[in-house]
C-alpha cells in the first residue's frame, strides 16, 4: 500500500533491515535510504550532492528535493518527500525520464551557479493559515 506520510531518522550507518515508512539520513554517508514508499519493499538511496538530491531539516521533518522517481525499479513510483507527506507524482514514460534527467542536469547547473536558493515549487509553501495565526498571536502579546 502507497504510504502518505514518513517519518525520519538520523543515522551513522544504515541498518541491515530498513523499517517501512521511515527515510534514514546519514551525513556520514551524505545519503538516505528508505524502502519505496509504494510499498513493494525496493530499498531506495539517495544522494546529496550538487547534481543529486538536496534535503532540507527544519527540526520537525526531513524534506528531499528533487522528487524520487524509481524508474529502475518494477513499481515506477515517482514521488516527492515533503516536510514527512508523500506527495505521488505521475509515472514518467521513459522518454519522459531521460528528458526529466537532462532537465534536472541543467536546472542543477543553473541552480548552483545562481545564489541565492531558487524558491521551492508552490506546493511546498506552509498553509495559508500560518501567517494569520501569528498575526492574532503578536496581536495578543501587544494587547498584553
Ligand atoms: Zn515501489
Known amino acids: 500500500m502507497s504510504r502518505a506520510t514518513y517519518a ?18 546519514s551525513m556520514e554517508f551524505g545519503t538516505a535510504a528508505h524502502r519505496c514508499f509504494c510499498g513493494c519493499g525496493s530499498e531506495v538511496y539517495t544522494r546529496f550532492s550538487p547534481r543529486d538530491w538536496s534535503m ?31 506527495r505521488w507524482a505521475d509515472k514518467w514514460s521513459r522518454e519522459r525520464v531521460e528528458l526529466g534527467r537532462r532537465v534536472d542536469r541543467d536546472r542543477k547547473e543553473r541552480h548552483y551557479n545562481s545564489a541565492p536558493q531558487a524558491p521551492l515549487s508552490p506546493q511546498t509553501i506552509e498553509p495559508a493559515s500560518r501567517p494569520g495565526i501569528i498575526a492574532r498571536l503578536v496581536r495578543w502579546l501587544a494587547a498584553k
Open 56 to 86: 532540507k531539516f527544519n527540526g520537525e521533518s526531513v524534506s528531499v528535493s528533487p522528487s524520487i522517481g524509481n524508474w529502475s525499479f518494477p513499481c515506477q513510483s515517482h514521488y516527492i518527500l515533503d516536510g514527512g507527506r508523500v
Open 8 to 25: 525520519h531518522k538520523f543515522v551513522k550507518a544504515f541498518p541491515d533491515n530498513l523499517e517501512e515508512g521511515i527515510l534514514y539520513v
